[in-house]
């Protein structure tokens, strides 16, 4: 549905990994909606090559690698990004997340902190990082639109999101703080949308993602989010048509959030 919602807007796309990543599925519908962009992600991730096919789709656009714990590569990134739009920056997405943790199969109450230093940085403090590094450069036009993707474990407990719960709600926290100071600096807004489960290479990391998505889809009047509908969402926040929203954490989520049972569960529990 091509109809030019974000026609003269430039933007960056942080993590796109494979054809299943929600920023990959953004950077194609920003595209789409008549955006120029640039596509980053860390650079063990560009060694896949992946990421070439979609810059091809997005009509040849670069990819610029740039850890996101690394401020000299945040700093590489905005400023050449600049110099290939010829100007100031309008909308990115932050679509980043790594818990150590789990991957190393610890629990919560086995937590190896050296790890969930490591997991905060990547996938909370980077936007932080991120934010600080475009205030410095004043590298965001007026009313630019930053958006970072959590989960609902940052209001309530999903034993098995273990750490990543805490680093959401940092990451959702750094979003209303930076958004007050940006929204003062320059209007820009910043806000953070909360998603359904999403089959996806960091959803699937997650124990007993098959029992949770089944859940969740079970727990929303209108199902669960695709990462699909998550890309025009993200869309409409780096439109013009949603200025006046900022410091936000957006449920994106088929009405999960705000449902406390449906017939569907209460017919599994009768059984
Ligand atoms: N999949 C879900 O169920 C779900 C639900 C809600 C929110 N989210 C969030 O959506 C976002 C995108 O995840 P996804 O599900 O598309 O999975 P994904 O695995 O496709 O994307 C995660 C990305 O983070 C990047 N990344 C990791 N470490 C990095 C670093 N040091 N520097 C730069 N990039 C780095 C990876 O390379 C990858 O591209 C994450 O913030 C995730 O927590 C996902």
Redesign the pocket.
């Known amino acids: 549905m091509p109809n030019n919602l974000l026609k003269g807007k430039k933007g960056i796309i942080?993590?796109?990994?494979?054809d299943?990543?929600?920023?990959?599925k953004t950077a194609l519908a920003c595209y789409e909606q008549g955006a120029e962009i640039v596509l980053?992600?860390?650079p063990?991730?560009l060694r896949m090559g992946e990421i070439n096919k979609l810059a091809e789709q997005c009509g040849n656009t670069p990819v610029i690698g740039?850890?996101?714990?690394?401020m000299d590569?945040l700093k590489n990134l905005l400023t050449k990004s600049m110099e290939h739009f010829g100007g100031g920056i309008d909308f990115m997405l932050?679509?980043?997340?790594?818990s150590m943790n789990i991957r190393k199969g610890n629990g919560y109450t086995g937590l190896n902190h050296e790890l969930e230093h490591k997991t905060l940085?990547?996938?909370a403090m980077?936007l932080h990082r991120l934010l600080q590094t475009a205030y410095q450069l004043d590298a965001l036009n007026e009313w630019a639109s930053v958006v970072?993707?959590?989960?609902?474990a940052a209001q309530r407990v999903f034993p098995d999101y273990s750490e990543?719960a805490d680093a959401?709600s940092l990451?959702e926290s750094i979003a209303r703080s930076f958004g007050y100071h940006y929204g003062i600096k320059k209007k820009v807004r910043i806000n953070t949308?909360?998603?359904?489960?999403?089959?996806?290479?960091?959803?699937?990391?997650?124990k007993g993602?098959d029992g949770f998505?089944n859940y969740a889809e079970k727990m929303s009047p209108l199902g669960n989010a695709s990462?699909e509908d998550?890309a025009n969402y993200c869309v409409t926040l780096f439109s013009d048509f949603t200025r006046m929203v900022t410091m936000q954490n957006l449920f994106h989520d088929g009405g999960f959030s705000f449902t406390g049972v449906t017939q569907a569960v209460i017919e599994q529990m009768e059984k």
């Not at 299943?20 to 990959?24: C, P």
């Not at 740039?66 to 690394?70: G, L």
């Not at 970072?148 to 609902?152: A, D, E, N, S």
């Open positions: 942080f993590g796109a990994l494979n299943q990543s929600i920023a990959w980053t992600n860390a063990i991730a740039a850890d996101v714990t690394n590569d932050h679509s980043i997340g790594m940085d990547i996938s980077s970072g993707l959590t989960y609902i990543m959401k990451l949308i909360s998603q359904s489960p999403t089959r996806t290479t960091a959803g699937s990391g997650v993602f998505i990462a998550c």
